[in-house]
């Protein structure tokens, strides 16, 4: 299947509902603190989505019963939020959500460490927002789609982590999952020549010590298998005429 190139109004579509997503994460990271329960904070981020005139892109896409998928430590993505779950010094937190606007997907994830961390999970967080920076700040049109895992593999390798190779990143727009795969390593092929007008959610996701990952009882949360602590970093980009913008930022 084609990567679908996107016209200007469905760009301006994507780009207003990318701003709802950037705001409402901002929320969500600062209300991210020791006590609070991730229902709580999918609590927030819906109210917010919806007085803003969005909708939220993950609830109820596939069965999935909530706003944000969240993530503490060992979970890597798909953690469904719960009243429970409760946020606790020293904890690695990664919120991952996505917002319809006018019909089109936006999706992006922020982490953070909840209060003091260990140096293990910081270097975490600091690689990869390098990660998915220093990667977008490669896109331009004529760059081989595959550059993007190339990039992604080579900065977390370099930190001593490990890619989760069964999680990728993924064009976006009417659907939240559309053409093409965006792998976070590189499997030895170029792959396509990005061309302005594709929007393309770009997520470096990865582990302190594994590539293996198990799916818990509820049948969503995705966990390393070694228990480790993981990371993910996302945003949604729109390659440019000249190189790209970054439609899930403030």
């Known amino acids: 299947m084609g990567i679908n190139i996107k016209s200007d109004k469905e760009i301006e579509s994507m780009r207003k509902g990318g701003k709802i997503l950037a705001k409402v994460l901002e929320l969500v990271m600062e209300n991210a603190v020791a006590g609070i329960s991730t229902k709580e904070l999918d609590a927030m981020a819906e109210d917010f989505i919806i007085k803003n005139g969005g909708k939220p892109g993950f609830k109820g896409y596939g069965g999935f019963p909530a706003t944000l998928c969240t993530a503490r430590n060992e979970v890597i993505v798909h953690g469904i939020p ?57 896109i331009k049109p004529g760059l081989p789609l595959n550059e993007i895992g190339k990039n992604i593999e080579k900065i977390v390798n370099a930190a001593g982590f490990k890619i989760i190779h069964d999680l990728t990143g993924h064009g976006i727009g009417r659907k939240l999952h559309e053409s093409p795969h965006i792998l976070n390593y590189y499997d030895g092929k170029p792959g396509p020549l990005l061309k302005a007008g594709m929007t393309l959610a770009i997520e470096p996701i990865f582990s302190a010590s594994t590539h293996n990952m198990v799916t818990l009882k509820d049948g969503w949360t995705l966990a390393t298998e070694d228990k480790s602590p993981s990371v993910q970093e996302e945003n949604t980009i729109l390659v440019t005429q000249n190189g790209c913008e970054i439609l899930t930022q403030v």
């Not at 003091?116 to 998915?132: F, I």
């Open 82 to 138: 719960h009243k429970d779950d409760i946020l606790q010094e020293g904890d690695i937190f990664t919120a991952d959500c996505g917002v319809i606007y006018e019909g089109f997907n936006t999706d992006a994830a922020r982490s953070k460490g909840i209060g003091k961390v260990s140096p293990l999970k910081q270097k975490l967080l600091d690689t990869s927002k390098r990660a998915l920076s220093e990667t977008i700040d490669l």
